[in-house]
Every structure is written in structure tokens, then in C-alpha cells.
């Protein structure tokens, strides 16, 4: 089993940053991807940026990017999302995801672990 924590979700207004992380413990020898998702209220969970665990391979919704960053810390089986230029849309919680299998995905289907999410509210 794979245990995921997000933090760092919080109340901002438009144009500030943010950072989230992700911690993961258990039996994490197995993750291959590693990935933030989101759900606004009324809406279905969508795809943020994923990072492949091992190689660092990135990639990003067109929605946020240019202005999030993804990355992670293998020593400390934490991932991170450096959130910039905060809109008033970026409003959602944030869920961390963890994938065994190889192949990057943007489907949160894919994914076999997911933490219980983190608040972002980013006011106008």
C-alpha cells in the first residue's frame, strides 16, 4: 500500500503563489508516475502535470502551463507543484496521484493511489 498526503493548499488572491507537495510513504519502489489533478466545485477532476518518477520527464495541461511547475525529491519521496500568477479559475482541490505502471497518463483512471486532497482558493 501507498499513502499520499498533500499540503500546503490555502486562500490567495489573484496573481500570488502557492506551493503544494505531496509525501509519499509505503511500498513506493513501484511508482513509475506521479501526477497533480484537480476538481473544482460542479466540475470533474481534471489534469494538472505529471512527472515521471525516475527520468524527470514533465508535462503540463495547457491550462497551467507556463505558470506551475512540477517537480520531486526521489530522497524524499515527495513531489512538489510550484503554483504562479494564481487566476481566480486555478480554485479547486488538489490531488496528488501515483502511478505504478509505466507510461505517463493524463487520465486519472491510470492511477492507483491518490492522497485526499488539498484546498486552493485564489480569490479575485
Known amino acids: 500500500q501507498v499513502q499520499l498526503v498533500e499540503s500546503g493548499g490555502g486562500l490567495v488572491q489573484a496573481g500570488d503563489f502557492l506551493t503544494l507537495s505531496c509525501a509519499a510513504s509505503g511500498r513506493t519502489l513501484r511508482t513509475n508516475v506521479m501526477a497533480w489533478f484537480r476538481q473544482a466545485p460542479g466540475k470533474e477532476r481534471e489534469f494538472v502535470a505529471n512527472?515521471?518518477?525516475?527520468?524527470?520527464?514533465?508535462y503540463y495541461a495547457d491550462s497551467v502551463k507556463g505558470r506551475f511547475t512540477i517537480s520531486r525529491d526521489t530522497a524524499k519521496n515527495t513531489m512538489y507543484l510550484q503554483m504562479n500568477s494564481l487566476k481566480p479559475e486555478d480554485t479547486a482541490v488538489y490531488y496528488c496521484?501515483?502511478?505504478?505502471?509505466?507510461?505517463?497518463?493524463?487520465?486519472?483512471?491510470?492511477?492507483?493511489?491518490w492522497g485526499q486532497g488539498t484546498p486552493v482558493t485564489v480569490s479575485s
Open positions: 496521484a501515483l502511478k505504478l505502471t509505466a507510461l505517463t497518463s493524463t487520465h486519472p483512471r491510470q492511477y492507483d493511489y
Open positions: 512527472i515521471a518518477w525516475n527520468l524527470g520527464n514533465r
